[in-house]
């Protein structure tokens, strides 16, 4: 394309030709790389001067730095970013796309976490959700199928290494992508759904301001904690 | 727009077409920093594309081999792209978008040509897979229920090198046979026509 970029050149053309090319290649790694890229590996992300001018690139176009694991970095939607297409009713994913990556993600992440075999939380889980865990009547078998195609096209879910009984599904990369925020709201949202009436589901409510009873404020339906998944 | 409204309506355009990739708006939507427009040809609306600065993008990531999100069946997907470039971009002196409409046909006979081999049967779950996939990320527009493929609005981010090379690989790849498009129903005629449009709609490839 032309060699002037109308959003970009502003923030890079202060840069040496050595820096700007260390920020586009930090930045164009965060942004596309399939899964968090190391500190050490990248002088944009190592030197926080240039790691700043990254932060200011993403932040142009929505976006924001997300730390992992205290080595790795990677980009995900910013806070108010999301918040402002939620409140929107943006909404890349069809409800079966949805309802299947919930599915994943309750078998894989919830029921570990909750006894006590995953800690954190990171949605990054080993433990595979099987084709029989995702039958569901409420969604046919193609329409199902479809759906795994394109969530694990889109790298929201990925095939674990475990075939010992048929396919079998782990969150993808692009769960790492979730800010601080956004994780703890998709764990809101999965304890409103799967336990509207316990203690912590109201602790959560309490602290959202809703009145009991209300799934999720101006989120509508329990799929809904699945927003942030579109990263 | 103040600085900060204008700040805030350019990212949350960025946020949208990268989490749903290309989005088709009407095209009294103002512009937005960075992001490419592509018109329909019939001007009744618009693709806007994201577009990044010469050493940013995906070319990046093999140098440092952290690799993006796998593409299933990779090289079937490519050389179905490739095919479809042959089959509707024949003003080759031009930019690819918006290019002309092909068929499924054309694109099987390429596909077999280039196998150098009859066309079989098997053939046609590798390619509709391949269209499926380009058209999810709008590589391509593909109307599987008539048949037909167009290049998709990614197209325009492609440059001077790119075309380049794409020019070379349409020079190796067999001629597409001439495309016969399936009339267009005349149902919804895109201005108000007479009444005895019915017996329109022949043979328009």
């Known amino acids: ?231 | 727009m103040s600085p900060v409204e204008n700040a805030a309506y350019t990212a949350l355009w960025w946020a949208k077409v990268q989490s749903a990739g290309p989005l088709q708006v009407s095209p009294d939507t103002p512009p937005v920093a960075g992001l490419a427009r592509a018109a329909e040809p019939d001007g009744a609306s618009l693709w806007i594309v994201p577009t990044l600065p010469d050493g940013a993008g995906h070319a990046v990531l093999e140098e440092l081999g952290a690799p993006p999100v796998a593409v299933e069946q990779p090289n079937e997907t490519a050389r179905v792209l490739a095919i479809c470039v042959t089959c509707c971009w024949i003003e080759r002196d031009g930019p690819a978008w918006p290019g002309v409409t092909g068929t499924l046909a054309q694109v099987k006979a390429v596909y077999a040509g280039m196998r150098g081999r009859p066309e079989q049967s098997s053939d046609l779950t590798l390619i509709i897979g391949s269209l499926r996939r380009l058209h999810a990320t709008q590589w391509l527009l593909w109307d599987e229920k008539a048949g037909e493929v167009r290049l998709g609005p990614r197209v325009i981010t492609w440059g001077p090198t790119q075309l380049a090379g794409l020019r070379e690989i349409c020079r190796i790849l067999p001629d597409p046979p001439t495309a016969v498009l399936t009339p267009r129903s005349p149902e919804t005629p895109a201005d108000p026509l007479p009444a005895d449009v019915s017996a329109a709609g022949g043979d328009d490839g």
Not at chain 1, 23 to 48: I, M, N, T
Not at chain 1, 107 to 125: C, F, N, Q, Y
Not at chain 1, 193 to 210: D, K, N, Q, V, Y
Request: proline share 6%; net charge neutral.
């Open chain 1, 1 to 231: 394309m032309a060699e002037q970029h109308a959003l970009f050149d502003p923030l890079l053309q202060d840069l040496s030709d050595r820096s700007r090319d260390e920020v586009l290649a930090a930045f164009s790694a965060v942004q596309y790389s399939a899964h968090p890229v190391a500190e050490v590996q990248l002088p944009g992300l190592r030197d926080v001067t240039l790691r700043r001018h990254v932060q200011k690139m993403l932040k142009l176009i929505g976006r924001t730095l997300v730390h992992v694991d205290g080595t790795h970095w990677t980009s995900g939607y910013a806070d108010d970013i999301a918040e402002t297409l939620t409140a929107q009713g943006w909404q890349p994913l069809s409800v079966v796309d949805r309802a299947v990556l919930v599915l994943v993600l309750v078998h894989s992440v919830a029921i570990p976490r909750s006894e006590g075999i995953l800690t954190g939380d990171s949605w990054k889980s080993a433990r595979p959700t099987t084709v029989d865990e995702l039958r569901t009547t409420r969604i046919s078998a193609e329409e199902r199928r479809l759906a795994l195609q394109r969530l694990r096209a889109a790298g929201l879910i990925q095939l674990s290494g475990d075939h010992s009984g048929g396919p079998s599904y782990i969150p993808g990369p692009q769960l790492q992508r979730l800010t601080p925020a956004a994780r703890r709201r998709l764990q809101d949202q999965l304890i409103l759904a799967a336990a509207p009436s316990s203690p912590i589901a109201e602790a959560i409510r309490a602290r959202a301001g809703l009145a009991p009873g209300s799934a999720g404020g101006r989120r509508s339906t329990s799929t809904d904690g699945t927003e942030e998944g579109a990263v």
